[in-house]
């Protein structure tokens, strides 16, 4: 093997480099002492920025996840529609909230209410669409359905004409 051909030489470093990476992949990182932390209440606001990378984030509740809907099966009927999900509350401040809060957090919590009324409505169209797109589903597998029984019909006659040349 020649050394000193330049595309074998950066072969051998690419190796030696992607071995390393794998290698740094695969093993433990040192163990590092445990220290007790002293647990830390923190305040805030939630319309105001949120607080630097050292302080604990706050738990955001998250919505309940959307389901979809079951499968329709033969026994059910074609037309039948999924019911729809109640629809998702807009939050608002009380006026004594509205009234502590600073022109600032006033103007952030007016834009978060507004994004969040956007996003409602965004879910809203798309659960429509979903349901849409559901009942066109019904009705080309039910139509399908129909094609296919049709097919096997076909069949059945040819085969039965293939006999009778026969």
């Known amino acids: 093997m020649p050394t000193k051909d330049p595309i074998t030489i950066v072969g051998l470093l690419a190796t030696i480099m992607l071995a390393t990476g794998a290698a740094m992949l695969y093993l433990p990182p040192e163990l590092q002492p445990l220290q007790p932390q002293k647990p830390q209440i923190v305040f805030s606001s939630p319309f105001k920025d949120p607080a630097p ?7 955001v509740a998250q919505p309940p996840p959307i389901t979809p809907a079951p499968p329709v099966t033969p026994a059910q009927p074609a037309a039948a529609t999924p019911p729809a999900p109640p629809p998702l509350a807009l939050p608002s401040l009380s006026d004594t909230e509205l009234a502590e809060l600073t022109p600032a957090e ?3 919590y007016n834009n978060m209410r507004q994004s969040l ?3 409602l409505q965004q879910v809203e169209t798309l659960t429509q ?3 849409d797109l ?4 019904e009705q080309s597998s039910a139509k399908n359905e129909q094609l296919d029984s049709e097919i096997d019909k076909l069949r059945a006659n040819q085969g039965e004409t ?5």
């Open 53 to 59: 990378a050292k302080v604990p984030a706050q738990v």
């Open 117 to 119: 009324q956007q996003v």
């Open 129 to 131: 669409a979903n349901a």
């Open 106 to 108: 006033r103007e952030h």
């Open 134 to 137: 559901q009942q066109t589903i």
């Open 162 to 166: 293939g006999a009778a040349q026969q």
